[in-house]
């Protein structure tokens, strides 16, 4: 038996999943240096969707985020990196994934888990290597989904290949909370049995009940870290209770021997914070077993209600949870996480109102124009050519087709430009961080914006 090492996501995906991504970094400092205290392995409290809501809704710059937090603890920081989608939605040039990643591990990050959402190995090749060669750990991800093509000799073939391009540790990622303990100790077990001598992390979500039990099994199998968050924020779609599965494993030798009590300081902390943003605290109070059915992320059902409600169409829900399944199958079976999910979640959701593939999206017209990458198995041609017609789809890697895109950033965030990292921002949301970069600097400048642009006032002053 060895020691259990645990990474707390309550930072990143913890609010994430329960609270839309909302946590202001005025809450997250004061705890900081409790948390680091306990002996996490690492803290995940960056990337994912954290970069964009700290701009689009927070008034927080994510690099200050970073900054701060570094500046307050010892132990390793942890990231979601999205491939070459960054910490956005689309591919991004290797110009903007590189300046990216140096940027970061030059504000304090250690460690990057990358993951691309098809599991193409492929979108994760320029990612690994800057991480790699800016001597940060390198930790690809195993997207874990269930189809007629994700076989246990599927995620092994994928983990010997991210081992064999420099992984430092390798994680199974499973977003929508669909993996059972049985199917999590074969996949882990056969994965060391292959031969994997890095670390395996397994990285779970709540939303099914199984979390904890999958741990477990996994824990057996031999898995060396797992993912969880502070319990005032933890189950419903997060992850599973670090002191849940410390009691669990208290006296065993996988004990990882932390202190129940600052524990517990800390999740007082948490559930005072989390009153202050109930009204994004909305995910489901209990397990919601549809989606051992649907294999959907936490937040795509309410995306799904959303939608349909400005349609005026909330009744065809049912429709669109059936047809969600199909669409799966006809793009591939890719698993449904960013941007997968939302491109096939639309998808289903215009299929239903409007017909099968009669009009779609922006994001479907380039999936099927290979620009998201390889799906795991083949999409159902009929469907590819109603949508594209005879074009044929790109077969090389995505990036491959993209020109560098920071110049054009540079120039765009020019006049509220305070740092380098500000041309990274703009690269990623050419909507959203020029706006925040304009008001950042109104608030510096002891500015009224909404007064200076009706007067046409042009800023730096």
């Known amino acids: 038996m060895t020691k259990i090492k645990i990474t707390d996501t309550t930072m990143r995906d913890g609010h994430q999943s329960l609270l839309a991504t909302r946590m202001k970094t005025g809450h997250i400092l004061p705890i900081l240096e409790k948390h680091d205290t306990i002996g996490f392995h690492s803290l995940e409290m960056w990337g994912g969707a954290t970069f964009d809501t700290c701009m689009r809704f927070c008034g927080d710059d994510p690099w200050e985020r970073l900054k701060e937090i570094r500046r307050r603890v010892k132990t390793p920081l942890q990231m979601l990196l999205r491939g070459q989608n960054v910490v956005g939605y689309r591919n991004y040039a290797d110009d903007v994934l590189t300046e990216f990643i140096k940027k970061a591990v030059y504000n304090g990050m250690d460690i990057f ?19 790699i060669a800016e001597g940060a750990h390198a930790q690809p991800t195993v997207v874990y989904t269930i189809s007629p093509v994700h076989s246990t000799g599927y995620f092994i073939k994928i983990a010997k290949t991210l081992e064999s391009m420099g992984a430092h540790s390798i994680c199974i990622k499973d977003m929508a909370g669909i993996l059972a303990p049985y199917p999590a100790y074969e996949i882990v077990k056969s994965m060391k049995d292959a031969g994997i001598k890095v670390p395996i992390q397994l990285h779970c979500h709540y939303t099914s009940g199984m979390g904890a039990m999958a741990y477990l099994k996994a824990i057996e199998a031999g898995v060396d870290i797992i993912d969880c968050a502070i319990s005032s924020m933890a189950l419903q779609t997060s992850q599973p209770a670090i002191e849940t599965m410390c009691a669990s494993l208290k006296g065993t030798g996988y004990d990882p021997g932390f202190d129940f009590k600052a524990l517990n300081e800390i999740a007082e902390y948490w559930k005072k914070i989390r009153e202050q943003y109930a009204e994004f605290d909305v995910a489901s109070k209990s397990v919601d077993t549809n989606v051992m059915v649907y294999q959907i992320p936490g937040g795509m059902v309410s995306n799904f209600i959303s939608q349909l409600d400005k349609q005026n169409a909330l009744h065809r829900l049912p429709e669109v949870l059936e047809e969600l399944p199909r669409v799966r199958e006809d793009f591939g079976y890719p698993p449904l996480v960013t941007p997968t999910s939302q491109i096939v979640g639309t998808q289903a959701v215009m299929n239903v109102l409007l017909g099968r593939y009669k009009v779609n999206s922006s994001e479907t017209i380039q999936y099927m124009r290979g620009y998201y990458g390889q799906p795991p198995a083949p999409v159902n041609e009929e469907v590819r050519r109603t949508i594209i017609g005879d074009e044929q789809p790109i077969t090389c890697r995505p990036a491959d087709m993209l020109e560098p895109e920071l ?37 510096k400048l002891n500015i009224d914006l909404e007064l200076a642009r009706q007067g046409n006032k042009v800023y730096p002053v």
């Open 407 to 443: 110049p054009a950033a540079k120039e765009l965030c020019a006049p509220f430009m305070e740092k380098e990292e500000d041309i990274v921002s703009c690269a990623i949301y050419p909507q959203v961080a020029p706006k925040f970069l304009e008001e950042r600097m109104a608030r």
């Open 113 to 131: 888990r990358v993951f691309d959402a098809l599991n193409d190995v492929r979108n994760l090749e320029k990612a690994m290597e800057v991480v």
